[in-house]
């Protein structure tokens, strides 16, 4: 799961969003995993301290449910993996080529494409990426192997059961709600007038650049990465983003004390139709 969930960061838009959706996987996994901590702790307390004597038939009954309770989660978590579907086919009216940069791990700037439709997004890494396909629509994911000619779908469902449904404070949604503000700047990119914006937020800042009239749906295109993440405000990275102001052209993270932090800039976009056709590939569900 942690693998696969690396390979789903790789093939989402902004990569300092996608490392709040991993934190936010991280919390809800640590959560449950210290829900099963206890149960299992206390087990081993009961067997170490009690033993030679007989530990009760209640406390027995209690490990056994606790067991259970853990191998259900796993097999329903895998059940709900496997149990993936898809569309006939994926068009992508606008292909973008993506410049990213992680400052904090000194690592070297990243190139990546990727393609928008209206409920799914289509990426490919810079080098031997194969293009992977996030359908927003049925809440899959989808790893295209081109020189096989196969195709691995996999159920994204279960990341919002991990993640929870509860509701939140009004004092943590107060925490968590940016601040924009339109500075007025404006500068070209890529062929399209963009516009500057300072967004504060609890973790630092982030300047974008935004560009309204790109031609896709871009509110469509948020509203379905929305949903594969929690409901939870702080736990669902693209509430950064307001959905009335267009394309984010550029994006640059700071932290608290102003570093610099990551950054994505879109170096090449081309209103270009691409077209995936599943009925080429040999479907592997796993």
């Known amino acids: 799961m942690t693998l696969f969930f690396s390979h789903t960061i790789n093939a989402q838009f902004f990569k300092k969003l996608q490392d709040k959706a991993q934190q936010s996987m991280e919390r809800a996994l640590e959560r449950k995993t210290d829900e099963k901590i206890n149960q299992t702790t206390e087990a081993t307390v009961d067997t170490i301290f009690e033993a030679p004597k007989k530990i009760s038939k209640k406390k027995q009954r209690k490990q056994k449910k606790a067991s259970k309770e853990s191998n259900v989660d796993t097999q329903e978590m895998i059940a709900q993996m496997g149990n993936a579907t898809h569309e006939p086919k994926y068009v992508f009216p606008v292909t973008a080529t993506i410049e990213v940069e992680d400052v904090t791990a000194n690592s070297k700037k990243t190139t990546m494409k990727q393609g928008y439709g209206k409920e799914a997004l289509i990426t490919e890494m810079e080098k031997n990426g194969d293009p992977f396909i996030i359908d927003m629509k049925n809440q899959s994911a989808i790893m295209l192997n081109i020189s096989n000619g196969t195709a691995q779908v996999m159920s994204l469902e279960w990341m919002e059961k991990m993640m929870g449904n509860q509701d939140i404070s009004s004092q943590e949604a107060s925490d968590v709600v940016p601040s924009v503000k339109k500075t007025g700047k404006t500068k070209m990119m890529n062929g399209y007038t963009c516009h500057e914006y300072n967004i504060i937020y609890d973790e630092g800042r982030i300047n974008a650049w935004y560009a309204p009239d790109v031609k896709f749906e871009y509110q469509d295109y948020l509203r379905g990465m929305s949903k594969l993440f929690s409901k939870k405000k702080e736990e669902n990275p693209m509430q950064l983003l307001n959905t009335d102001y267009g394309y984010v052209m ?30 080429l590939f040999t479907i592997q569900k796993l």
Request: aromatic content about 6%; overall charge positive.
């Open 250 to 279: 550029e994006m640059t993270f700071f932290n608290r004390q102003s570093k610099k932090q990551s950054s994505m800039k879109v170096i090449a976009l081309e209103e270009k139709v691409r077209m995936i056709n599943m009925s």
